[in-house]
């Protein structure tokens, strides 16, 4: 899992019949902790599903490859990303 910020959200004109009600968010992955509250953070921006409700400028988990589509199993999802949880804080010591 990654740490991402919402950054914006994806409107599809038209897609795959699976993706059907899908909520899709604009994400910027952090590529270095130290970073966490730089904005623009600096990774990659990257476009997941959101499973979770976020908003813009939330802090979320972000899974990638084909964990991102286990939440839907046994359904296939053309997904290479997807939200899998809001993060309130992190914490380094």
Known sequence: MKLARTIGTVTLARSHPSMQGAKLRCVEIVDKIERLD???L?????IAWDLCGSG???LVGLAEGPESTQPFYPDVKPLDASIVGLIDDVSIR
């Open 42 to 46: 600096g990774g990659d921006t990257v």
């Open 56 to 58: 813009l400028g939330d």
């Open 38 to 40: 730089a904005n623009p």
